[in-house]
């Protein structure tokens, strides 16, 4: 049914066919399996994914999170109707952080819409390369397209303006490997298979398109095959190497299929048939592996009709954790509802986005306006779960962000089942607008230990609210022996960091101004983009003043930049405010500090969000050793650039050209933040009329040096 939103809920009518398949023997296909099909309502964590069908899993490890880049079969399709393609990440293999849609097909001007078919992203010097399917719009057939992007999550763009092979209609499911020796392939194709050697710019290849000699050693014997299916291979290779030897998974034995694999001591063959890794079935006609190792294991994706309404049109992704045997082999896989083992806790006291789940129950995800994807389409009773949710000693308070343009409701925050112990419960109030985003906390009771957490959502009939993102606080509000509240190192991690606009952080090595990792702030598109954290009000209490100081450093800009440490808040008035903390110029390659010993959090401010910017550009920048802090604390860090005051034009003297300079730039404004810090004789963190004139006494004579503001007063 068409909401007032805009969103059509999922209804369970779904059928499904295989590509190949005529018209007339797919509806008889559908009916028989649709049929066949038992209607679940409830799982354990297989799929991984619930909020809309996924096939074609590419998993891709990178920065210690698994990703996994799915196809996207499009809410009541009666074929292969896929729009765009999907990202999901885990840190711990149970709990998937949903990113959105990170590339459409109506992002390659060449094809067809929803013939997105599957694809597979694999890194490269620091960029990211997503091989795709798609039908080309001027010649039919199939063929195989490129996008790059900076983050692997997006976004992506068609480096090409064209396909870089085919057309031809055995032209689908790429996927690509870059060897140890740097040399990358690109294997395709149904019902034949191909590969083409890419070059090192990833989007262009060398040489011609080579057709695998299929024989049945190589992939098997198929029973009853035609010329071109002689062997059991059908499509979707998966082709990877580990341990010296090369490995070909892929799809077998035409309809319904199944899973197998050959191996080669080489990345163009000859290939080894070594059997089957995962029978038919699963509630799909079709299947997809994939493959990678991750924190020391090993796990294989696949895709299964196993939501509610799935079938061979309406697929699910699915993973299972597996080990080899001591020649390399790969053994039978059989499909579970658990999944694997979960390799890490998930800390409940860093920002969580709402969209981390592990099951849930009626929700759908959106686009947020503030960074990132919200949960949406929330009605009474829906929920989400979290598994193994390590509340350590105790939890007091949460928060959350929400958003509702109608009357809000609460959410109960219960462990172990829908029904289980209630911890708390947070009222979420109408903010005025689905995309209209306040800041909400309750107090916890009965949080401790490691546990399954559910966000149970409650209130009157039609959509509730939405949530961006949750997290807990524990019971230390108290400062440490320093007098820190918080010390964001990013050692361990984001450390409640996330990004701001449409910027994105992760850790780095590259940089560190302490210790061995930095944050890495990219993907800017606005000076306003940066990295956020939430304070809470209960340790940042309004009125109150407290130390602050961040370390930053910039890349790819000019050779200095501006960069403000700021302050958003909701005011008694329900206005959004932005109060600078601090201010300082940020040299290339260089770490600057920027402090405030006291700064006086606003009287009635609400929604505490600490936040770096810059006042121009979009360099990506480096940012380290993190502090809030009680008021008075100083705080040891990189400094600010050396500059001498007044001399302006950096040449080792102060004359009437650094006036001149001084009195441009005051009435048309600074073009070199350096000169504008030289400017500022009397350190008041603006240049004014009362530098000029200390400037001036300076050069007659007057004085012999320069009066800071405070010894002014």
């Given amino acids: 049914m068409k909401t007032e939103r805009g969103y059509i809920k999922r209804k369970p009518t779904r059928c499904q066919v295989k590509r190949r398949l005529s018209a007339a023997i797919a509806a008889v296909y559908s009916v028989i399996t649709t049929c066949m099909l038992l209607p679940q309502s409830a ?175 190589a992939f098997g014997t198929r029973s009853g095959g035609d010329e071109r299916h002689q062997t059991l291979y059908e499509e979707g290779p998966w082709f990877y190497k580990r341990n010296n030897l090369y490995y070909l998974v892929y799809a077998a034995s035409g309809i319904p299929e199944t899973i197998h694999y050959s191996t080669s001591s080489s990345p163009t063959g000859p290939w080894t048939f070594r059997g089957e890794i995962m029978t038919s079935g699963g509630g799909s006609f079709t299947n997809h592996p994939g493959v990678c190792d991750f924190r020391g294991k090993s796990y294989f994706f696949y895709h299964t009709g196993n939501l509610p309404g799935g079938g061979g049109f309406t697929r699910s992704v699915c993973v299972e954790e597996f080990t080899y045997g001591q020649d390399g082999s790969i053994p039978k896989i059989e499909r579970s509802k658990e999944g694997p083992k979960q390799i890490a806790m998930l800390n409940p006291f860093e920002r969580v986005e709402a969209e981390t789940i592990c099951w849930e129950s009626g929700l759908e995800t959106e686009v947020c306006s503030a960074g990132g994807i919200n949960i949406a389409n929330i009605e009474s009773n829906d929920y989400l779960m979290l598994s193994k949710v390590d509340f350590a000693e105790g939890a007091t308070s949460f928060l959350a962000s929400v958003s509702s343009a109608e009357q809000g409701g609460t959410i109960e925050l219960r462990l172990g089942s829908v029904s289980g112990t209630l911890i708390g419960t947070c009222d979420v109030p109408g903010t005025g607008g689905w995309q209209n985003w306040k800041t909400v906390s309750t107090t916890i009771s009965g949080a401790s230990g490691t546990q399954d957490l559910y966000l149970v959502f409650k209130g009157g009939g039609g959509f509730l609210f939405n949530v961006d993102w949750w997290q807990f606080e524990s019971q230390a509000n108290e400062p440490d022996e320093n007098g820190y509240y918080f010390h964001s190192t990013f050692e361990n991690g984001t450390e409640n960091w996330s990004g701001r606009g449409a910027a994105s ?169 350096l000169q504008e810090l030289a400017a500022d004789v009397n350190q008041a963190a603006d240049v004014t009329v009362a530098d000029l004139v200390l400037l001036q006494l300076y050069l007659t004579g007057q004085t012999d040096g320069f009066t800071t503001a405070d010894q002014a007063k």
């Fill in 43 to 217: 799982f354990a964590t297989n799929p991984i994914a619930q909020t809309v069908y996924t096939a074609d899993p590419a998993p891709m490890v990178y920065d210690n999170t698994c990703y996994v880049y799915t196809s996207h079969d499009a809410d009541g399709s009666t074929y292969f109707t896929m729009p765009d393609w999907k990202c999901y990440s885990s840190t711990d293999m149970q709990n998937w952080t949903d990113h959105g849609v990170v590339l459409s097909g109506t992002d390659f001007s060449w094809a067809e819409e929803n013939t997105a078919w599957a694809a597979q992203c694999v890194e490269r010097n620091g960029k990211f390369y997503m091989y795709v399917t798609l039908v080309p719009a001027a010649t039919g057939g199939r063929a195989i397209g490129v996008a790059v992007a900076d983050s692997p999550e997006g976004p992506f763009k068609d480096a090409l303006g064209k396909p870089l092979i085919g057309p031809n209609w055995d032209y689908i499911d790429p996927t690509a490997f870059v060897d140890e020796d740097g040399q990358a392939y690109l294997y395709f194709g149904n019902p034949q298979l191909y590969y083409v050697k890419l070059n090192e710019d990833m989007i262009s290849y060398s040489g011609n398109v080579n057709k695998v000699d299929m024989t049945t050693s």
């Fill in 505 to 673: 952080v992760k850790t780095s090595a590259a940089e560190a101004y302490a210790g061995s990792q930095s944050l890495l702030v990219s993907g800017r598109t606005g000076s306003w983009n940066g990295t956020l954290r939430t304070l809470s009000t209960s340790v940042f209490k309004p009125g109150e003043a407290y130390s602050f100081s961040a370390n930053v450093m910039q890349v790819d800009g000019s050779s200095a930049e501006t960069v403000y440490l700021k302050l958003e808040y909701t005011d008694s008035q329900g206005e959004t405010q932005y109060s600078t903390i601090a201010t300082a110029v940020a040299v290339n390659g260089t770490w600057t500090q920027l402090a405030n010993e006291s700064y006086t959090i606003p009287e009635g401010a609400t929604d505490l969000r600490l936040y770096l910017e810059s006042a121009e550009g979009t360099f990506d920048f480096y940012a380290d050793d993190i502090i809030g802090a009680i008021e008075g604390t100083q705080i040891e860090g990189a400094g600010q650039p050396s500059v001498t005051l007044g001399d302006l034009n950096n040449d080792g003297r102060i004359d009437g050209i650094d006036l001149t300079l001084a009195k441009r730039g005051l009435l048309y404004g600074f073009t070199d933040p």
